[in-house]
Nanobody
Framework: QVQLVQSGGGLVQPGGSLKLSCAAS????????IGWFRQVPGREREFVAH????????YYADSVRGRFAIFRDNRKKTVDLQMNNLKYEDTAVYFC?????????????????????WGQGTQVTVSS
């Protein structure tokens, strides 16, 4: 069983940067595809980014493409989300999630229901 523990986040001014980390324990991390999602109270959780198990495939939501970057280090069992040029609308609770299933991201969309393991969530607040 894979467990995901998140770190990072916090308060940042518009235009600033933050890095979120997702560290795994248990299981074989190199078999796990990882996605990042975010949720604002009262709204549905939305897709942010996804990285395949071998890092060969990267996908981003249109709203963050060009500003966010997802990385993984299979030796350290971590996936990082580097967030640059943050905007007010990036304020949310961010979650990492994992699954060994390749269909977690297919046909241009992430299937949240197919991610098996979820991190605890971390708050990102963009405010002046």
């Amino acid at each position: 069983q894979v467990q995901l523990v998140q770190s990072g986040g916090g308060l940042v001014q518009p235009g600033g940067s933050l890095k979120l980390s997702c560290a795994a324990s248990g299981g074989t991390f190199s078999d796990i595809n990882i996605g990042w999602f975010r949720q604002v109270p009262g709204r549905e959780r939305e897709f942010v980014a996804h990285i395949s198990r071998d890092a060969a495939s990267l996908y981003y939501a249109d709203s963050v493409r060009g500003r966010f970057a997802i990385f993984r280090d299979n030796r350290k069992k971590t996936v990082d989300l580097q967030m640059n040029n943050l905007k007010y609308e990036d304020t949310a609770v961010y979650f990492c999630a994992g699954s060994p299933r390749s269909e977690t991201y297919a046909f241009g969309r992430a299937r949240q229901d197919l991610y098996d393991f979820w991190g605890q969530g971390t708050q990102v607040t963009v405010s002046s």
